[in-house]
C-alpha cells in the first residue's frame, strides 16, 4: 500500500445529553477524523483524544500537533507492506498513541478496500454479530439514573455501566441492584479512588457487579493488583493499559482480571489485536471500550469486537444514544442489543463527507 496523500479534519459535534465521569464533564465534542489516500482508495480513521487531558495526556490540539508535524510528514510516500507496518516510520516518537492510533487505523480501512475484504475480515474477525452496552454518566439523582437505565435496558442493551466517584457509589448502586434486580452492571471510576479507600471499594464487592473499572490511579499497577487481591468482583483496566507492554505489565503483576481494549487508547487496530492475544493466552477477558467516537470511530471498534477474545459486551452503543445525526450512513443501529457489523468493505458505513466539509472546524492536506 501506498500512502499518497493524508488529510486531516475537525469538526464539532454536539452530544446529545452532556456525559459526566469523575474528572469532569462534556457536551461538544471535537472530532479529528483523518482520511488517507493511496492505491485508488481513501480509508478513514478518528482521533480519540478529548478536548482535555483529563483521561489521557493527549488532547484534540496535541494529536493534531503531532499528527502534523511529526507522524503524516514521517509516513508520507511510504509503502508499508500491510496496516500493521504503517507506524514503523514513526517508532521513535515516544506515546502519542492516540495520534498514532487514528493514522494506522485510516491505513486498516484502506487495506481492506483495497482488498474488497470488510475490516473485520482483515483483522480475523469470528463473527458478524456482536453484542453492545451501554455507559451511562454520573447522574445528579438516583431517579434520572433509573429513568436512564430503564431506557436503556428496554431498548435491549446486553451490559449497563454506570460511572461512579466516591459518593455516588456504593448506596447508589445498591439502589440500582434494588430497584432492577439482576441485570448485568458494572462501574467505572475513571480513577477517583485511592487505595487507601478500600473499605469503601469493599462495599461494592458484594454487589454482584460483573467488573469494576479503572478504580485507581491511572498510571498504576501496582495498587490494583494489591486490591484485586481483596476484591472478588474482577478489575477491569482501562487508563492503565496504553500500549502492549502495558498489558503485559498488568497481567503480570495480576493488576486485573479483563481489560477494556481501545483501539484509539493504545495505538491502534495491530496493538489491539496483540493484547487481545496475550490475554486470551493468560485467560484475562477483554472487551472494547470507546470514547464518544462518531460512526468512524464506531466502525473500527465494532469490527475489532468481532474477536473471538472479545466475550462481553463492549461499550458500542448506537449512533442516536450520542449524535442527533451521525457523520457515517447508515448510521450504527442495533436490535435486542445486537450490532450486526456492516458487511461492505473496509468500516463499511459511508462518511458523509459533504456535510462533514459544511461543518468543518479545520482541515489540512498533506500529499507526497
Ligand atoms: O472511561 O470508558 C471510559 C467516555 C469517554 C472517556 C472515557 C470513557 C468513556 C465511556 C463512554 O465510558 C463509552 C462510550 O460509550 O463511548
Ligand atoms: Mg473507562
Given at each position: 500500500m501506498r500512502i499518497e496523500r493524508v488529510e486531516l479534519r475537525e469538526i464539532p459535534l454536539a452530544l446529545r445529553d452532556r456525559f459526566e465521569i469523575s474528572s469532569g464533564w462534556r457536551h461538544d465534542r471535537r472530532i479529528v477524523l483523518l482520511a488517507v489516500y493511496g492505491d485508488g482508495h481513501v480509508g478513514w480513521g478518528e482521533c480519540v483524544a478529548a478536548e482535555d487531558p483529563s483521561y489521557s495526556y493527549e488532547t484534540t490540539d496535541t494529536a493534531w500537533h503531532i499528527l502534523a508535524t511529526f507522524i503524516i510528514p514521517a509516513v508520507l510516500g511510504s509503502e508499508p507492506d500491510s496496516a500493521a507496518d504503517v507506524l514503523a516510520p514513526v517508532d521513535w516518537i515516544r506515546g502519542h498513541r492516540m495520534a498514532k492510533a487514528a493514522l494506522e487505523m485510516a491505513a486498516w480501512d484502506l487495506e481492506a478496500k483495497t482488498k474488497d475484504v470488510p475490516l473485520r475480515v482483515l483483522l480475523g474477525g469470528a463473527r458478524e454479530e456482536v453484542a453492545v452496552g451501554v455507559s451511562i454518566g454520573l447522574q445528579a439523582t438516583d431517579d434520572a439514573l433509573f429513568a436512564k437505565i430503564e431506557g436503556h435496558l428496554e431498548r435491549g442493551y446486553r451490559k449497563i455501566k454506570i460511572k461512579i466517584k466516591p459518593g455516588r457509589d456504593g448506596e447508589m448502586l445498591a439502589a440500582v441492584r434494588r430497584r432492577f434486580g439482576d441485570i448485568p452492571l458494572m462501574a467505572d471510576a475513571n480513577s477517583a479512588y485511592r487505595l487507601t479507600d478500600l473499605p469503601r471499594l469493599m462495599e461494592l464487592d458484594d454487589l454482584g457487579l460483573l467488573m469494576i473499572e479503572q478504580p485507581l490511579a491511572y498510571d498504576d499497577y501496582l495498587d490494583h493488583a494489591e486490591l484485586q487481591s481483596r476484591l472478588a468482583t474482577p478489575i477491569c483496566l482501562d487508563e492503565s493499559i496504553r500500549s502492549v507492554d502495558d498489558a503485559q505489565l498488568a497481567l503480570k503483576l495480576s493488576s486485573c482480571r479483563i481489560i477494556n481494549i481501545k483501539p484509539g487508547r493504545v495505538g491502534g487496530l495491530a496493538s489491539s489485536k496483540r493484547i487481545h492475544d496475550l490475554c486470551q493466552e493468560a485467560g484475562v477477558a477483554v472487551w472494547c471500550g470507546g470514547m464518544l467516537e462518531s460512526g468512524v470511530g464506531r466502525a473500527h471498534n465494532l469490527a475489532l469486537a468481532t474477536?473471538?477474545?472479545?466475550t462481553i459486551p463492549g461499550d458500542i452503543s448506537e449512533s442516536r444514544r450520542y449524535w442527533e445525526?451521525?457523520?457515517?450512513?447508515?448510521e450504527f443501529e442495533m436490535s435486542d442489543g445486537i450490532m450486526r457489523v456492516p458487511d461492505g468493505p473496509g468500516i463499511g458505513v459511508a462518511v458523509d463527507q459533504e456535510r462533514i466539509d459544511a461543518m468543518l472546524d479545520r482541515k489540512d492536506v498533506f500529499s507526497a
Open positions: 474477536l473471538s477474545g472479545f445525526r451521525d457523520i457515517v450512513e447508515p
